[in-house]
């Protein structure tokens, strides 16, 4: 499974998880298709940790899931934030998964099972370092200092291949059982 993030920076490509992490992944197919994520920004920028993006409201505190509010974590022992370019659910606490998600430009280990880990970099290792390098505001107050001066803005998602909806798999509520559906 694999999608393109088209940024005005460039472009991401990853893989994700559906096998994995298939309700979290449901959600992020299921925004992108939409074009729910399209003309959003990446409004959290911490160098050595993260990029954060996906908030329709740009302010990082905005947005909800396919199925409105919030939806539980996915954990599983493949997925951990081990590496550059791991690509994960933002939230507020346990269960609370909406719609934002984070791009990590160093391990980050003790996220693990804190966050849902959904995806990894394939491609677009340079836009992921211009990402990085980007200015922040440095503002006095907290969400200030790390929103990037000039956010870089999602443009569009491909979806390149999708086995849930390949095999009409469909999770029609936040805590329920997939169904399949043809």
Not at 143 to 152: D, E, F, G, L
């Amino acid at each position: 499974m694999a999608v393109t993030i088209h940024t005005s920076l460039g472009d991401l490509k990853y893989e994700i998880f559906c096998d994995t992490a298939p309700r979290t992944s449901f959600n992020f197919l299921a925004l992108s298709a939409s074009g729910y994520y399209n003309g959003t920004t990446f409004h959290r920028n911490m160098r050595g940790f993260m990029m954060q993006g996906g908030d329709p409201t740009g302010t990082g505190k905005g947005g909800e899931s396919i199925w409105g509010g919030t939806f539980d974590d996915e954990f599983h022992p493949l997925n951990v934030h081990d590496k550059r370019g791991m690509l994960s659910m933002a939230n507020k606490g346990p269960n609370t998964n909406r719609c934002q998600f984070f791009i990590l430009y160093e391990p980050q280990k003790h996220l693990n099972n804190v966050y849902t880990v959904f995806g990894r970099l394939l491609d677009g290792w340079d836009v992921l370092d211009a990402m990085e390098r980007l200015q922040v505001m440095d503002g006095p107050k907290k969400s200030q200092a790390s929103r990037p001066v000039n956010p870089p803005v999602i443009e569009g998602i491909t979806i390149h291949a999708n086995p849930l909806a390949d095999d009409g798999i469909v999770y029609p509520t936040k805590t329920g059982a997939p169904e399949k559906r043809l």
